[in-house]
């Protein structure tokens, strides 16, 4: 309980010294949909995964359930609030809860040009017995309206110090139908990769990863959804 008021403080200081931007909020169209993530495991313990979310302008909601074939299954809900500046920067909080653990996650997108935005983030992850400190740094490059190439840095003190270096291509219609390749070479030999897709309301991807989340497991995820755009109300 005193864990949880902890965060709910934390939550609310930050959210009172964010910038507003109501007139943005207005306008944003509304996100909705549900991902089935189905992970094959090497340890034949495999993982269905069940996602839905609804994000209304500057706030998001997620409901994740990992449905394990054996042991514990884990009930991982998200709330984030993202909102931006005159110059388009971001600015987001956002509340995870992880099996045991709560995630609280501070992000910045800074628009450094018209073609480059800066990324900066910082995730506390409060466990009943200690706290743990994720960061990241990176970069996204856009040469068109939603073509992009993303490179990060991310150092995960947990396990065995985790460092991690996403890279990411997608290649969009103006209609933000787009295709995705991503390579993550990490240290301690556990590297990853991912292809995904989006084609107007369908969501399609299959990724594969060795060594995952500090165990000498391998996976293979393959995931379909669904994802819609709703109008802003009053359109």
């Not at 959210?15 to 992970?39: D, E, H, M």
């Not at 706030?59 to 500046?85: A, I, M, S």
């Amino acid at each position: 309980m005193r864990r949880a008021l902890r965060l709910a403080a934390l939550l609310a200081c930050t959210l009172g010294v964010l910038p507003r931007s109501a007139s943005a909020a207005a306008t944003q169209p509304t996100g909705v949909g549900a991902l089935f993530r189905y992970w094959s495991v090497s340890d034949h313990n495999d993982n269905r995964d069940y996602i839905a979310y609804w994000a209304p302008g500057p706030f998001h909601v997620l409901l994740e359930v990992w449905d394990y074939q054996h042991g514990e299954d884990q009930f991982r809900p998200e709330v984030g609030v993202h909102l931006r500046d005159f110059r388009r920067s971001s600015y987001t909080v956002e509340w995870r809860h992880e099996n045991h653990d709560e995630r609280v996650t501070f992000l910045s997108e800074q628009v450094l040009s018209d073609h480059l935005v800066g990324k900066a983030s910082i995730a506390p992850i409060i466990s009943p017995d200690s706290t743990s400190i994720v960061w990241s740094v990176g970069a996204d490059y856009y040469w068109r309206s939603y073509d992009f190439a993303s490179l990060d840095l991310i150092h995960d003190p947990r396990g065995n110090a985790l460092w991690a270096v996403p890279m990411r291509v997608r290649i969009a219609t103006e209609r933000n139908d787009w295709i995705q390749a991503s390579f993550v070479p990490q240290s301690k030999r556990t590297n990853g990769w991912a292809l995904d897709a989006k084609i107007r309301w369908l969501r399609v991807g299959f990724e594969r990863n060795n060594r995952y989340d500090y165990t000498t497991l391998d996976n293979a995820i393959i995931t379909l959804g669904v994802e819609f755009e709703l109008p802003p109300p009053g359109r």
